[in-house]
């Protein structure tokens, strides 16, 4: 579960204005988040690297979305411990995503977190 959360801090920080990839951006964790609104739609950009993936996280019923990690192109969902993370590699496909895959996906993301941050 920390991974997840490290995945989405990672994503948050990493998230500036001025780049053509999309997704919806709502990190206030309550209700105004599950509602997608066009308020929520931003251009995802990082120093880090092109960003070309959205993400949407729900703990315990509250949902993060937000925009992808740089260089990291992952189109799953995984699940673990009440926490369900999805990465997606469509422009505003964080607006409502499939549900998890499998415990591999888990391996793949921090993975590619952990090159990243290399």
């Known amino acids: 579960m920390n991974r997840i959360i490290l995945l989405l801090f990672v994503a948050v920080v990493s998230v500036h204005l001025g780049c ?14 599950d509602n997608v609104k066009k308020e929520h739609l931003q251009e995802c950009t ?7 993936s959205c993400i949407k996280v729900t703990v315990q019923g509250q949902t993060i979305r937000t925009c992808g990690v740089p260089d990291v192109n992952v ?3 995984v ?3 009440g926490v ?4 997606c590699n469509k422009e505003f496909c964080n607006s409502a995503l ?3 895959n499998h ?8 993975t590619a977190l952990g090159l990243w941050l290399l």
């Open 20 to 33: 053509a990839f999309q997704c919806l951006v709502c990190t206030k964790g309550d209700e105004s988040c």
């Open 103 to 110: 415990f591999s996906g888990i391996v793949v993301v921090t």
């Open 84 to 87: 369900t993370a999805c990465m």
């Open 98 to 100: 499939k549900g998890p």
């Open 79 to 81: 699940s673990e411990g």
């Open 46 to 52: 990082s120093v880090k690297g092109k960003i070309k």
């Open 75 to 77: 189109d799953q969902c």
